[in-house]
């Protein structure tokens, strides 16, 4: 089973960006997926869930009207276009399968 996060970088307040996670090992299409982020010095922050087909999803108030995720099931793929960036989504960013997996991260810089 692996998770690689990928799309991460430096960003001015107000960009935008686009993460991406591959799936593989395991039956994409079956699993809910999540985002979830860690800041420096600080704990884990889930910010968006997408169910197994792409039709539902959820989000923090946090980053609700700015993020969004999604899903391409036949490129086993997760993404997560982020708008309105702020210095305070800065994170690291991983991607995680509702049955236990996740990957190693990719880092989210919003700075001027």
Do not use: H
Request: aromatic share 10%.
């Amino acid at each position: 089973v692996q998770l690689v996060e990928s799309g991460g970088g430096l960003v001015q307040p107000g960009g935008s960006l686009r993460l991406s996670c591959s799936a593989s090992g395991f039956t994409f299409s079956r699993y809910y997926m999540s985002w979830v982020r860690q800041a420096p010095g600080k704990g884990l922050e889930w910010v968006s869930e997408i169910n197994s087909g792409g039709g539902s999803t959820n989000y923090p108030d946090s980053v609700k009207g700015r993020f969004t995720v999604s899903r391409d099931n036949a490129k086993n793929t997760l993404y997560l276009q982020m708008n309105s960036l702020k210095p305070e989504d800065t994170a690291l960013y991983y991607c995680a399968a509702s049955q236990g997996s996740w990957g190693q991260g990719t880092q989210v810089t919003v700075s001027s």
